[in-house]
């Protein structure tokens, strides 16, 4: 199993500024994901981040709003830019090895609230 | 897409109590988990369950993949089963986690 590490565990910032979580694996993964959930909602899947090229973004999910890095198998930054309170959510990184028949791991979650 | 719908959407239970917890899928998956979500944020992986049936202590699960439905069995509920569960699958030749709306518990003393 994958075991990741996210940070920051929370932030509260300003709107109209930007925020980096980075998430960090211990060991070498091919695709990694960043979720979001919205208040009292579920998770809704934002891209995927794959090494080596661009991360492919899910509908509504946009590259200027949320540029997305993978400079290794084992590291990924997500930016939320120019936040609005709308961006505030709980920001996941996830891993799951390529193969129909994978596991995903999660990493414990970025609490952002924008004020 | 898939649909991933979970049932009850909330629960209360008396410390003590049985539960079962359901998740039907509008497709053929390669991949089904369980999470529970705690108070914090955190998603722990409960189970890995594309088929068949696992046992983790008081937590079992099956999945039925050909009927396309899997549950979640919680027994002699504690306060620290509160939280919510959330299933989610990986469509058949996809390689997205899809989640369900989940099932939102409270676990009263």
């Known amino acids: 199993s994958a075991v990741i590490s996210q940070k920051p565990s929370r932030d509260i910032c300003q709107r109209g500024t930007s925020l980096t979580i980075q998430c960090q694996v211990d060991?070498?993964?091919?695709?990694m994901f960043w979720y979001r959930q919205q208040p009292g909602q579920s998770l809704t899947l934002i891209a995927t981040a794959n090494q080596g090229s661009e991360a492919t973004y899910e509908s509504g999910f946009v590259i200027d709003k949320f540029p997305i890095s993978r400079p290794n198998l084992t590291f990924s930054t997500l930016t939320v830019s120019n936040m609005s309170p709308e961006d505030s959510s709980i920001y996941l990184c996830?891993?799951?090895?390529?193969?129909?028949?994978?596991?995903?791991?999660f990493g414990q979650g970025t609490r952002l609230t924008v004020v | 897409g898939i649909q991933v719908e979970q049932s009850p959407p909330d629960l209360i239970l008396q410390e003590g109590a049985n539960s079962t917890l359901r998740c039907n899928f509008s497709d053929s998956v390669n991949n089904l988990q369980w999470f529970h979500q705690n108070p914090w944020g955190q998603l722990i992986n409960l189970f890995y369950i594309p088929s068949g049936t696992k046992q983790n202590g008081r937590l079992s699960a099956t999945t039925v993949a050909t009927e396309r439905y899997s549950l979640l069995y919680i027994s002699s509920s504690q306060t620290t089963d509160s939280g919510v569960y959330f299933c989610a699958v990986v469509r058949a030749a996809g390689n997205k986690l899809t989640f369900g709306g989940g099932t939102r518990v409270l676990v009263k003393p």
């Open positions: 060991s070498q993964v091919t695709m």
């Open positions: 996830s891993t799951r090895e390529t193969g129909p028949n994978t596991e995903a791991f």
